[in-house]
């Protein structure tokens, strides 16, 4: 059998914990008994195999140690944050007083010497939250090496920077199962796909975001990242480019339902926004469906979160000045209660008009 | 998850190999003789001493400005900076610089020319302290000597005391203190440039911005800005530090090398005074 990794560890570990308490109600209502021999056996092997997780992951063993895994979660999160903007100031702070090989041998030095470190972390601490604080910290010290070659030499800016970015932040976010260094990988993708196609289509590549359009190549990389390559080891990584991958979607098709000027299209700018609107709305709906048929509640949560703002966003532009303000509020009211119950008839029905999540 | 020997293989080639590229692109621009060389002073690059509190590098900021369009007598006197549409920038240098200027005009009939005004990336030709900068400073002292002519024919007008004051101000401010280099020129293709700039003394090709700009009124007049010159920030190494800790005259040479990415060859201040 394969080693699992941290967060499989920590969902059997979960379900472990279910078990436990769903079983101990079963005897207790006599639903169910256990032989002595049986409940040992059982306890015995959950025991093991915990122990065995916790020594490995550091995982949470119940529901205290899991609340203050958050409260970590978070503490490592803004503490990775607030260290990478040192490492920026202190930097920017010193670096005028030193000459310029000194400052190329610190800036190449940097992150060499916190990647190692991240490494040396991720191998000593299991829990992985002083790895994620190191990575983040390495990938700020290469994001500050690659600025500040720039400056020194005077280097006119490129998008091409982008791309050893997002190789780095892949890199660590597959070595240390970090969805933070995930999304930042993801961010330099975004940005690097979205510029190029600008610079294909003859913009300068800063320029990137005033066409929206730009950004759709990069939203069908991300989708068809979890399609084509298998995460079996990596479960909270498909969610995150589908996430990704359907922001990427909506809100160019937001933007360019509102403001058709910025689109490529070469027709009538009213048609434009029309267009993307009835796109916003086909969109999200089938991405309800995709993920309630595949059940990727990441992906209906985020259907359905595009569908409502393009729906408000209509019925603002149809309503707001003709209707009174406590009409106005009303519908709005009265559209959020239409969406519950369609989603409660979806749920009640357990997905079978989807074909999905029939179990 | 991935062998941590892989991973420190990985990410540190992936380090070094960046590094390799950024630094082996910037000694490729220093090498062999720089594309061109202009010796400048605190005119025409400003010490950005902003937030200096927490950012020990200096870096200079290079002063461009534009040769302003038509003026009259009431906006003479208006240093235009780098703001505004230059002269020469006109539809036919918009479209030797790739712009599609029947479709920019056809975009203004239709209400279209917001879409089209994304700029392009060209290269644009600096001249220091050359014919352009000449033809400002005597346009200065021509307004001076208009409002001085005025104010002697009618000695009671006290609006004309103001703009006499104000316009040998401004005249000084030209002498002495506002930058000398000027953008005059932009096109594709540096061999081109080059050899109608043949002097590299005194004439810089940069890269940067040009945004399209249709006029209102006038039938959309198709024209263009400046709305960026790459080269515009230029970072002062320890070597040369000393020379702008105070403000105080000083005389640079920046060079500009074979990617027209610019760097300081000299800095002195007794230059300056001498």
Known sequence: MSLPSRHEAQQRADRIRIFQDELDRLEREGVISLSVGQRQQVTEYHNTLLEGYAQDFDIDRDMRSSQLSLGMRIASLFGALALSAS????????????????????????????????????????????????????????????????????????????????????????????????????????????????TWGGMYWLSFGDRPENFFPAALLLLAVPQFIPHPRYASFPPMYRIFGLLTVFLPVLVMGNWGNSSYLEWDVGFIEGCYQVLGFAASALAVWAGVRRQWPEVINTGVTFFVIFLYTKVFDWWWESMPKYLFFLVLGLIAVLFLLVLKRLRATNYKLFGGGAS | ??????????????????????????????????????????????????????????????????????????????????????????????????????????????????????????????????????????????YAGQARAKQAANPNDENGKERVKSAEKYYQSELRDNSRLFVIDAGVDVQKLRASYPDRNRYAIVRGL?????????????????????????????????????????????????????????????????
Not at chain 1, 156 to 183: G, I, N
């Open chain 1, 87 to 198: 490492v920026f100031f202190l930097f920017y702070q010193f670096w005028g007083w030193l000459s310029t090989v000194t400052q190329v041998v610190i800036l190449v030095a940097a992150p060499l010497g916190m990647l190692g470190i991240t490494i040396l972390i991720q191998r000593k601490d299991p829990s992985g939250y002083f790895a994620k604080l190191a990575a983040l910290v390495a990938f700020a010290c290469f994001v500050l090496n690659i600025t500040m070659l720039g400056q020194i030499f005077n280097i006119t800016a490129s998008d091409k920077a982008l791309l050893p970015w997002a190789a780095l932040a892949f890199l660590l976010a597959y070595a240390c199962d970090l969805r933070l260094l995930l999304v930042a990988g993801i961010l330099c993708m975004i940005a690097y796909v979205a510029a190029r196609t600008g």
């Open chain 2, 1 to 142: 998850m991935m062998k941590w020997s892989h991973t420190l293989i990985a990410g540190g080639a992936l380090i070094l190999l960046t590094n390799a590229v950024a630094l082996l692109g910037a000694a490729y621009n220093r090498s062999d003789e720089p594309e061109s060389l202009l010796k400048m002073t605190q005119r025409e690059l400003r010490h950005n001493r902003w937030n200096d509190k927490d950012n020990s590098g200096i870096t200079l900021r290079l002063d461009w400005r534009i040769a302003s369009a038509k003026q009259n007598d009431s906006d003479i006197e208006y240093y235009e900076g780098k703001w505004g549409a230059p002269t020469w920038l006109d539809k036919n240098k918009m479209a030797e610089l790739g712009f599609d200027v029947a479709r920019l005009a056809g975009s203004y009939q239709d209400g279209r020319h917001y879409k089209e005004a994304l700029p392009r990336e060209v290269l644009l030709v600096l001249e220091l302290d050359g014919q352009t900068y000449q033809q400002a400073l005597r346009r200065a002292g021509e």
């Open chain 2, 210 to 274: 040009v945004r399209p700009n249709i006029v209102r009124g006038n039938d959309g007049k198709i024209g263009g800005n400046i709305s960026e010159l790459h080269a515009e920030n230029i970072n002062v190494p320890l070597t040369y530090r000393r020379v702008f800790d105070a403000v105080a005259p000083c005389e640079v040479t920046v060079a500009f090398g074979k990617r027209l990415e610019p760097w300081i060859l000299a800095a002195s201040r007794s230059a300056a005074a001498k």
